[in-house]
């Protein structure tokens, strides 16, 4: 069946540092792949969205390209803020099949 | 406008009680989802709705009702439920549910204590 497989957290990063969170997926065919953020007592927003290979997903300055050949979603942000403390969730949508989230990594950063 | 709105943000409740969550959209959307969230776990799906009616409810104990007056509402009525049933209830739509490319708008959840 369909799976995502997210790195492990917390992430503790200082503020301006560079930021990897690691997604790899199973699924047949082509799925879309999507990036969440979950603030603290909020609900999930879209970060970004990749919908084919080789496709890049950007918002608020974090980057993900949809990597068909190693099966991976890498999330990337360049130089990380405080106010980017949250929670995040790789997740995948394959055809008439309900929405399958990883587990979440939770990152911290200071200041 | 990617907005859905929930209320009320918090709810406290008996095992008693009756009580109704409610989700809107304005987006169009045709397809409408619950998911039962617990602290620091991914979203679960309870139950989806598409074109008004119920597509997907993933084994969700019947002390969950939802219902879908039309197309910009979902109500999720609760009852007799349990302390473990606490968590955090979220509302989601997308365009259709059709197709793998749909994007899911999630509001801002209900969290939900009972006692």
């Known amino acids: 069946g369909n799976s995502v497989t997210q790195m492990e957290g917390p992430v503790t990063l200082s503020e301006e540092a560079f930021l990897t969170i690691n997604c790899t997926y199973t699924?047949?065919?082509?799925?879309?792949l999507f990036w969440y953020v979950q603030y603290p007592g909020e609900g999930l927003q879209l970060l970004l969205k990749?919908?084919?290979?080789?496709d890049k997903g950007s918002n608020k300055g974090f980057e993900a390209t949809y990597r068909k050949e190693t099966t991976s979603f890498h999330l990337e942000k360049g130089s990380v803020q405080v106010s980017d403390s949250a929670v995040y969730f790789c997740a995948l949508s394959r055809g008439n099949t309900p929405l399958v989230f990883g587990k979440g990594t939770r990152l911290s950063v200071i200041a | 406008d990617t907005e859905v709105t929930q209320t009320p943000k918090h709810l406290v409740m008996g095992m008693t009680n009756k009580k109704s969550l409610k989700c809107e959209q304005h987006m169009g959307h045709r397809a409408m989802y619950w998911y039962k969230q617990k602290a620091k776990k991914p979203p679960e799906l309870m139950f989806v709705y598409s074109y008004e009616k119920l597509s997907i409810n993933e084994s969700v104990p019947s002390r969950f009702s939802p219902e879908c007056p039309n197309s910009s509402l979902l109500n999720l009525h609760l009852h007799a439920l349990q302390p473990e049933d606490s968590a955090l209830y979220l509302c989601?739509?997308?365009?259709?549910?059709?197709?793998?490319?749909?994007?899911?708008?999630f509001g801002p959840g209900t969290r939900l204590l009972v006692l």
């Open positions: 699924a047949t065919g082509y799925p879309s």
């Open positions: 990749a919908t084919k290979a080789d």
């Open positions: 989601a739509s997308s365009q259709d549910w059709s197709g793998s490319r749909e994007t899911q708008y």
